[in-house]
């Protein structure tokens, strides 16, 4: 099962499109050499796959994502970057590509959503040549940090965990990327974490201004409503509370994310 916790409203691409090779995939840099062929699983609008392509050649990068939206944003993207990437719409759990076809399969962001996690890696693994690399990175909001930390925003805090985990997925997946990769059958795993920092002084004020937005108007609020883990007043009354933060000048926010990378064999 997949079922994306955030949807594609706007508010939500404009924040995937914020994202690069320098602030979520500085741990696979190393393999990133010229001339290998990457899959990007659930590449949303884009933004890092683009970055793939110009390092390794647009010829060598595929960007596949369930949601068609996503693929026609991530379309546009790479028109308007002059590269000519091709970005499918698939399943992640049956790639449309052959055993040993690529060099790296790589998911930003992805497993947390996935009813099965382990099966997914098992097919990323599938389409890796032998001595290529599995990579996955995702969050682990039961790590999340805010300061200044409101009632409103703790209570955002505790629905960043349990509506993808009402979706039948895992919000915390950062700490269990190794387990999963074991389980996977994937052995030669590499774990390491790094961060996302917002700052009053950095990228806080708009990244407060978009969780305002998402909280009242993304599928996470539906989400929200429709499993009885939050009514509508009490998102208003979060979204409040993120502009508030936005304006602070102390506003802080540190994310933790887990990032595996494995050999295949």
Do not use: C
Not at 120 to 142: F, K, S, T, W
Request: aromatic share 8%; no cysteine.
């Amino acid at each position: 099962m997949v079922k994306y916790t955030h949807g594609h409203h706007p508010s939500v691409l404009a924040a995937h499109a914020w994202r690069t090779i320098a602030n979520s995939a500085t741990y696979l840099e190393p393999h990133l050499v010229e001339g290998a062929s990457l899959l990007d699983v659930g590449s949303g609008p884009g933004s890092i796959t683009i970055e793939f392509a110009r390092r390794l050649g647009a010829q060598n990068v595929v960007g596949l994502d369930g949601a068609e939206e996503a693929v026609a944003h991530a379309r546009e993207a790479a028109e308007m970057a002059g590269l000519d990437v091709a970005f499918e719409q698939g399943d992640l759990y049956a790639l449309p590509f052959a055993d040993a076809s690529a060099d790296i399969a790589h998911a930003h962001q992805v497993l947390q959503h996935l009813g099965d996690p382990i099966a997914a890696l098992r097919e990323m693994a599938r389409v890796v040549r032998p001595g290529g690399v599995v990579a996955a990175r995702d969050i682990d909001a039961g790590g999340v940090l805010i300061h200044p930390l409101s009632p409103e925003l703790a209570r955002w805090l505790e629905l960043y965990v349990s509506i993808p985990v009402a979706n039948g997925g895992e919000a915390r997946a950062g700490r269990r990327l190794l387990q999963w990769a074991h389980a996977a059958g994937l052995d030669d795993v590499t774990a390491t974490a790094s961060t996302w920092l917002f700052t009053a002084d950095g990228d806080g004020p708009w990244w407060g201004g978009l969780w305002a937005e998402r909280v009242v108007s993304s599928s996470f609020a539906d989400d929200a409503v429709r499993h009885g883990l939050a009514t509508r007043e009490e998102l208003e009354a979060i979204s409040a509370a993120w502009r508030e933060w936005a304006a602070h000048p102390d506003a802080w926010m540190l994310m933790p994310h887990g990032e595996i990378i494995a050999r295949s064999r």
